[in-house]
């Protein structure tokens, strides 16, 4: 059954490590501002430790317009490799919150884990790039929160560019089911970060979703919107604050929304 409806995307992503940055490296100078800060955030391959939050709340889900939430846990591990190459390990797992459709009531649990390692230059000229497989793995609690059997592989890639304030760019993978019930899905973020001196950034990064198994008129997702967002400081760790606004013809339902940039 087709999940309608209409979304609303918070984001909350948590810089642990950006003051701990090695002097003389590519991704942060030896004093970083916030502007710095919210820049290196915002890359994907960044050799930066960091874990984001994004909290995606859904609104007129399912027959009875009910309310469904994801919330996505993505750490981001820098593993330096040669002087010349990092691995870059991104995870993504999802606590969802999904409407039942019949008797009402909801179900709560974790969706599909998701894991990527994107092999990255260490010291990138004025385009970054990074690739490497990702895996899914069937750890939904719930048939309702996502697949209970399929083991998912496929390619992963993510090309971006940091001209001045700018952060601009694409990530995109598609999963092939190799174990358990058939999927055949694509995922695609186009993202632009535009940062401000005072630590303030707008951003747009929408999540494309397709699932090619699905029938003809009901395979894509395509949601569109924009926000805003703000540096902060912890104590001595600095956050950074995205609240944004999206709106998209069909809600995830299996709590597969990618890493968000």
Known sequence: MRRTGRWIGVGLAAVLAAATARAGDPILPPNPTDEDLATAAQNPVSDLI?????????????????VANVLNIQPVVPFHLTSD?????RTI????????FTGGGSTTGLGNLTATAFLSPARPGMVVWGAG??????????PQLGSQSTWGLGPSAVVLAMPGPWVIGALANNVW????AKANNLLLQYFVNYNFESG??????PIITANW???SGQKWDVPFGGGA???VWIGPSPSTSRPRLTTTRSAPTSGRTGPSA
């Open 50 to 66: 960091s874990i984001p939050f994004q909290d995606i709340i859904g609104f007129g889900v399912g027959p009875q317009k009910n």
């Open 85 to 89: 190459w990092n691995l870059i390990s």
């Open 93 to 100: 797992l999802p606590i969802v919150t999904m409407p039942n």
């Open 133 to 142: 497989p990702v895996a899914t793995f069937p750890t939904a609690t719930s």
């Open 177 to 180: 089911s190799v174990a358990g």
């Open 200 to 205: 303030w950034y707008v951003v747009t990064a």
């Open 213 to 215: 198994e699905a029938p």
């Open 229 to 231: 967002g703000r540096i």
